[in-house]
């Protein structure tokens, strides 16, 4: 249980990133680390309490992962196709 | 001792790396940063004693970390902004006093693991059972739509 202190660090590094940084691959990495916080629960938890389930769950938490991550970057592509940026300041243009 | 000594090491490097990962603005390095996270991540789950986490998460990281290398590569604007030393250091400094709280927490005592003793099969087949089927299709369904996706705005593009 010591490690929930780690887990919150790395959730507060990553809202940090989604916060200040405006490059998409930035987010992506802040998100990155959001999720490593989220799932390293998992293994925290499973650990101390030895219950398999949270290992099992786990795996279940990076497939989803995996998921979030491509259809991120098939976004970020379609996005630097039309706008050849990268900058999220310039997709608000697309409000307009 | 030992053992408190390498989970301090360990916190240190994983709050510092994942800081950096975020805090550099050149994308190669943040990049590489977010493998050295990962890695650390996947020794940290071992010393955990769960090493189906351990794997999982080495995998999975190393593979994001290189899809994200290549986007970062390719897309990445090569403005010449490079942070200076001093920036850099910084960022290192602020990385190691993020992970004082966790150090405090962790350099108390040693945490309690318990090892978990069954081989993969059953924590894929006997704890999860049809869900994993569900999640297969899932990650096909969505591998299916960016490809169908992409195409179509590359198709459009051509036009």
């Known amino acids: 249980m010591e490690y929930i202190i780690l887990s919150l660090t790395l959730l507060a590094i990553g809202i940090y990133g989604l916060s200040t940084k405006y490059n998409l691959i930035k987010l992506l990495i802040s998100v990155e680390l959001i999720t490593i916080a989220a799932s390293m629960n998992f293994v925290i938890f499973a650990s101390s309490l030895s219950d398999a389930l949270g290992q099992a769950f786990m795996i279940l938490a990076f497939s989803v992962d995996a998921c979030i991550t491509a259809i991120a970057f098939a976004l970020v592509i379609i996005i630097y196709r039309e706008l050849e940026t990268l900058d999220i300041r310039e997709l608000s243009k697309l409000k307009k | ?117 069954f081989p993969l099969s059953t924590a894929l087949w006997k704890l999860r059972a049809i869900d994993i089927i569900a999640q297969g299709l899932v990650i096909l369904t969505v591998s299916l739509g960016i490809t169908v996706v992409l195409k179509e705005k590359g198709r459009r593009r051509q036009k």
């Open chain 2, 1 to 117: 001792m030992v053992r408190i000594m390498f989970d301090v090491l360990l916190v240190v490097g994983l709050v510092v790396s994942a800081f950096l990962a975020v805090y550099l603005d050149e994308t190669t390095y943040a990049v590489l940063s977010l493998a050295v996270t990962n890695v650390i991540l996947s020794v940290f789950y071992f010393g955990l004693d769960t090493p189906f986490a351990a794997v999982f998460q080495l995998t999975m990281g190393i593979g994001t970390v290189a899809v994200l290398f290549l986007t970062g590569q390719m897309l990445a604007p090569k403005t010449g902004n490079v942070q200076s030393l001093k920036q850099s250091l910084l960022g290192l400094v602020v990385g190691i006093l993020l992970s004082v709280p966790a150090i405090l927490a962790v350099g108390h005592n040693i945490p309690v693991t318990n090892p978990v003793g």
